[in-house]
């Protein structure tokens, strides 16, 4: 008997298996791809998107397209509530799906409603999209504007995100300081040797 399969995201988890779609509709089986946003960004070039090294075609996965050319259903729209009793996903446009079965790969989001921001400056990491918006602010700032800007973490993609902005403050000039706020040492899983050459490449 025919099934309903339903992906929520477009994960890397689910990209393997988007690409495998044919068989599963040759089979006669319906395919569903739910996600926000037509494109699925890779997070390790998120920090390049920043910089503008990369465009954001370089970055980022066609993952309607790659659904769509297979045979699936892709549907705009984010997954609100799962029934598993009814089998059911109900999305935040109101709208309904069954499934028989259903695969989560949605990536991950910074909660900003927990962080209480304020102001219009607050860009988390997650999802990627969010740093083309905070490369546009900085380009906008206007000429001989000079921004601060302070990047929470101190790990691995703090310091490329650190990095990459001061790339673009060389490239743009509109950068005025940058600062790596950490509740640890930067770095702090790294050999000692690669934590000094972060600390004296940011001096």
Same mark, same amino acid.
């Given at each position: ?56 075609? &370089?970055? *980022? ?47 991950? &989001? ?84 690669? *934590? ?8």
């Amino acid at each position: 008997m025919p099934k309903h399969l339903v992906f929520v995201g477009g994960g890397h988890a689910h990209l393997t298996a988007l690409m495998r779609l044919r068989d599963t509709v040759r089979a006669g089986h319906r395919v569903t791809l739910i996600g926000p946003s037509r494109y699925h960004y890779y997070s390790g070039m998120g920090p390049g998107l920043l910089s503008g090294i990369y465009r954001p075609s &370089e970055a *980022r996965f066609h993952v309607k397209r790659m659904a769509e050319d297979r045979g699936a259903t892709f549907i705009e729209d984010r997954v609100v509530r799962v029934d598993p009793v009814r089998r059911t996903l109900a999305l935040g446009s109101g709208a309904e799906i069954r499934y028989d079965a259903v695969s989560f790969n949605t990536g991950s &989001e910074v909660p900003l409603d927990h962080l209480h921001p304020s102001g219009e400056n607050v860009f988390p990491v997650k999802p990627i999209e969010n740093l083309l918006v905070a490369r546009k602010r900085i380009l906008e700032a206007g000429p001989g504007k000079r921004l601060r800007v302070v990047v929470v973490g101190g790990g691995t993609a703090a310091v490329e995100m650190a990095a990459n902005l001061g790339y673009l403050a060389r490239e743009t000039g509109g950068i005025g300081g940058i600062t790596l706020v950490s509740r640890s040492n930067v770095l702090g899983d790294f050999p000692g040797k690669a *934590r000094a050459l972060a600390r004296e490449t940011s001096s």
